[in-house]
């Protein structure tokens, strides 16, 4: 699993990154809001733990930031504050859960898993897949585009998917390689660069708006702004 900790105070995220780690976890730390944000924004977690009071930029704007692209991952709010008002705020705000310190490093991986079920069990209820006038149903494997019908190998579906479950945010080249082709490295490979090419060609030369781009340095997006 793979998690992002943002968190300022050096002996708790010590303690997070360790514990994670020999629980096996991937972990990203930074103790930054806006390097926070940055990965928030163009890396992939299974979940993200927060604290609230954060130098750069405060957890709450970073929350609400992430929700406003549309990215669902499971966030954990960690924070001193521990009145009913702030952690009200937090869960509003769109937190999933709000943990308070101290807390107990048991009780933050019950949590943690908690989330992740739930988050599991809502990923199992989507069929199909929409962005703009284009829709993928995940069940008949039939992408459209308006009326069109999409023909798409396998490998350029699973692409596409990927793209669309994360529409609005930058994918790296780093994630595609790990999560559509299950490469744990660079091979110094085109083969991004040719699907994207050919998928490109199928989702959007026909229509009068591009959904595919290329953010220069960083990757892709599919977005319908």
Known sequence: ?????????????????????????VVDHTADGKDGLLL???????????????PGMDGLAIIKTVRATGNQTPILILSAL?????????LRGGGDDYLTKPFSFTELLARMD???RRGSSQAEQV???TLADLEMDLLSRVVKRGDQKIDLQPREFRLLEYLMRHAEQVVTRTMLLEQVWDYHFD????????????LRSKIDKEFDKPLLQTVRGAGYILSEK
């Open 127 to 129: 069929t199909t897949l």
């Open 82 to 90: 521990g009145d009913v008002d702030d952690r009200v705020e937090g």
């Open 187 to 198: 091979p110094q490979t085109n083969v991004i660069d040719v699907h994207i090419s050919r």
């Open 40 to 54: 928030a924004a163009s890396e992939s977690y299974d979940i993200m733990i927060i604290d609230r009071m954060l």
């Open 1 to 25: 699993m793979r998690v992002l900790v943002i968190e300022d105070d050096k002996d708790v995220a010590a303690y997070l990154v360790k514990g994670l780690q020999e629980c096996d976890h």
């Open 114 to 116: 908690a989330l992740l």
